[in-house]
């Protein structure tokens, strides 16, 4: 048995040595790992709106200077209130959906991204959703296209999603691209996309469920359907124009 | 001194003889953590759905588990018994850490996909039992390698069923990453396409084989099969 004394010297130097060596290299790595979370936030971002990418790139061939070179050139972000009123003086990129989701519903404000591919081309509009899959948070980035209505690009990530069940709504392509080409307003009137267990019945407006993966698939109609709807005051005001 | 010094003459600091092999050979089999002695199951039956993970998940244990041995053995002499423990965690939560902050600077996207299952490292029974059952009391060279050798017979186990599970639940191998291999399923691009192949048109994805409870039944399986050829293994009492 060791003295209480030597116990606690022990204790509070090893302690002290793990501390001073993790922090550092915390710091050291810091920001390198805040700029690959950037770029990994942006390139999921440019994914939703793949097909219209200049020369027919692929996200995944892009390199890290070329997504930041796109989302300079070919981006316009900004933040919109509840009421559909653009925020003066903030960006897209700053808003942390997650501390958002904790706020007052009043009080939120969204990220929104315009990517217009070149000068003369359609906009599009990108839009972030957040939700609840079956472990933790779900969220995604839907981008429509200039009617705001046709959703063009969708992707999906997840907190803590069971792998090759819930996982899939990140890691199978196949649940995003069905996406492409579905509508939010049926007869003019705000529906959103359902995620259909068993299968789409209505291609428009439905997409296939993934099987064992019920409340995920849940999970994202919910976010869908609430989290676009917090865009339709700007949504109105744009068409109004 | 001195015959501190003529130990250490007789005995290389790195030496590599039977005993050494032993430590390593012998958790693969004999000695299994997951199939003999049934530790870190946990972790087992909740990455393996996908061979990616599994193969990060076993360099990550093999990684924490020969270091935390090695700077636990260097430890040894002057760990205060009645925290062991503690400080034994607490050497494991730093290579964890390290692990993590590695990770997420040099690859961020396979950061994001494991970061929950590099945390579970810490409560992998496997890393702290082999501190306390090995590191504890012996050189650590040695400790280094019987943690090598722990971590290469968990690794080998979860592969295993990685394969096992991904192979009839997705009908693929390593998927998610730049190898994918896409093997029996029904859309172009599979080897074995079910639509057009006569043969295979019965098969359909397992989807038991994506829940934890298919590992069970898996790691079970490889249990008897290891009990019915290993003879050191089957209890005669």
Same mark, same amino acid.
């Given at each position: 048995?060791?003295?209480?004394?030597?116990?606690?010297?022990?204790?509070?130097?090893?302690?002290?040595?793990?501390?001073?060596?993790?922090?550092?290299?915390?710091?050291?790595?810091?920001?390198?790992?805040?700029?690959?979370?950037?770029?990994?936030?942006?390139?999921?971002?440019?994914?939703?709106?793949?097909?219209?990418?200049?020369?027919?790139?692929?996200?995944?061939?892009?390199?890290?200077?070329?997504?930041?070179?796109?989302?300079?050139?070919?981006?316009?972000?900004?933040?919109?209130?509840?009421?559909?009123?653009?925020?003066?003086?903030?960006?897209?990129?700053?808003?942390?959906?997650?501390?958002?989701?904790?706020?007052?519903?009043?009080?939120?404000?969204?990220?929104?991204?315009?990517?217009?591919?070149?000068?003369?081309?359609?906009?599009?509009?990108?839009?972030?959703?957040?939700?609840?899959?079956?472990?933790?948070?779900?969220?995604?980035?839907?981008?429509?296209?200039?009617?705001?209505?046709?959703?063009?690009?969708?992707?999906?990530?997840?907190?803590?999603?069971?792998?090759?069940? *819930?996982?899939?709504?990140?890691?199978?392509?196949?649940?995003?691209?069905?996406?492409?080409?579905?509508?939010?307003?049926?007869?003019?009137?705000?529906?959103?996309?359902?995620?259909?267990?068993?299968?789409?019945?209505?291609?428009?407006?439905?997409?296939? *469920?993934?099987?064992?993966?019920?409340?995920?698939?849940?999970?994202?109609?919910?976010?869908?359907?609430?989290?676009?709807?917090?865009?339709?005051?700007?949504?109105?005001?744009?068409?109004?124009? | 001194?001195?015959?501190?010094?003529?130990?250490?003459?007789?005995?290389?600091?790195?030496?590599?003889?039977?005993?050494?092999?032993?430590?390593?050979?012998?958790?693969?089999?004999?000695?299994?953590?997951?199939?003999?002695?049934?530790?870190?199951?946990?972790?087992?039956?909740?990455?393996?759905?996908?061979?990616?993970?599994?193969?990060?998940?076993?360099?990550?244990?093999?990684?924490?588990?020969?270091?935390?041995?090695?700077?636990?053995?260097?430890?040894?002499?002057?760990?205060?018994?009645?925290?062991?423990?503690?400080?034994?965690?607490?050497?494991?939560?730093?290579?964890?850490?390290?692990?993590?902050?590695?990770?997420?600077?040099?690859?961020?996207?396979?950061?994001?996909?494991?970061?929950?299952?590099?945390?579970?490292?810490?409560?992998?029974?496997?890393?702290?039992?082999?501190?306390?059952?090995?590191?504890?009391?012996?050189?650590?060279?040695?400790?280094?390698?019987?943690?090598?050798?722990?971590?290469?017979?968990? *690794?080998?186990?979860?592969?295993?069923?990685?394969?096992?599970?991904?192979?009839?639940?997705?009908?693929?191998?390593?998927?998610?990453?730049?190898?994918?291999?896409?093997?029996? *399923?029904?859309?172009?691009?599979?080897?074995?396409?079910?639509?057009?192949?006569?043969?295979?048109?019965?098969?359909?994805?397992?989807?038991?084989?994506?829940?934890?409870?298919?590992?069970?039944?898996?790691?079970?399986?490889?249990?008897?099969?290891?009990?019915?050829?290993?003879?050191?293994?089957?209890?005669?009492?």
């Amino acid at each position: 048995m060791n003295s209480t004394r030597y116990v606690l010297i022990f204790v509070l130097t090893l302690t002290a040595v793990v501390a001073v060596m993790l922090t550092s290299l915390r710091e050291a790595t810091k920001t390198q790992a805040a700029l690959n979370e950037e770029i990994f936030d942006k390139r999921a971002i440019l994914k939703a709106v793949e097909d219209h990418l200049s020369g027919g790139a692929e996200v995944d061939d892009l390199s890290d200077d070329e997504v930041l070179s796109i989302f300079e050139s070919n981006f316009e972000q900004s933040v919109i209130d509840p009421s559909g009123e653009i925020v003066d003086g903030m960006k897209a990129e700053d808003i942390d959906m997650a501390k958002e989701k904790k706020k007052p519903e009043e009080e939120r404000v969204y990220p929104l991204y315009v990517y217009s591919p070149d000068e003369s081309s359609d906009k599009f509009y990108i839009v972030s959703v957040r939700g609840n899959g079956l472990w933790d948070e779900i969220w995604g980035n839907i981008a429509f296209e200039e009617d705001l209505n046709t959703i063009t690009g969708a992707t999906f990530d997840h907190k803590g999603e069971t792998p090759g069940l *819930g996982a899939e709504i990140k890691d199978n392509p196949a649940f995003s691209a069905d996406f492409k080409g579905t509508k939010i307003y049926r007869d003019g009137e705000y529906v959103s996309v359902t995620v259909r267990k068993g299968g789409a019945r209505n291609e428009t407006y439905e997409v296939d *469920g993934i099987s064992g993966a019920t409340v995920t698939a849940d999970g994202v109609t919910a976010m869908l359907y609430s989290g676009i709807k917090k865009y339709e005051p700007y949504f109105d005001k744009i068409r109004k124009k | 001194m001195a015959a501190e010094t003529a130990t250490k003459e007789k005995e290389p600091l790195l030496a590599f003889g039977k005993k050494e092999r032993t430590l390593l050979t012998d958790p693969l089999n004999d000695n299994n953590p997951i199939t003999v002695q049934v530790l870190g199951i946990c972790s087992a039956l909740a990455v393996t759905s996908l061979v990616v993970p599994s193969v990060v998940m076993a360099i990550a244990v093999i990684f924490v588990c020969a270091f935390s041995s090695l700077f636990t053995s260097l430890l040894r002499n002057y760990i205060p018994k009645q925290v062991r423990m503690i400080v034994q965690l607490v050497i494991i939560a730093t290579l964890v850490t390290v692990v993590e902050l590695t990770l997420r600077y040099l690859n961020f996207p396979i950061y994001k996909q494991l970061s929950v299952y590099i945390g579970l490292i810490i409560t992998n029974c496997i890393v702290m039992g082999r501190l306390e059952a090995f590191a504890m009391a012996n050189k650590p060279w040695r400790s280094f390698l019987d943690g090598v050798g722990n971590g290469l017979g968990y *690794g080998a186990i979860l592969v295993m069923v990685a394969v096992i599970r991904e192979l009839f639940g997705k009908g693929s191998l390593f998927a998610g990453s730049g190898i994918e291999m896409k093997i029996i *399923g029904a859309n172009a691009g599979y080897w074995i396409n079910t639509t057009e192949n006569a043969w295979f048109g019965w098969y359909a994805n397992n989807n038991l084989m994506v829940l934890p409870a298919a590992a069970m039944f898996i790691i079970g399986i490889l249990i008897w099969i290891q009990r019915s050829y290993n003879e050191k293994l089957v209890d005669i009492s």
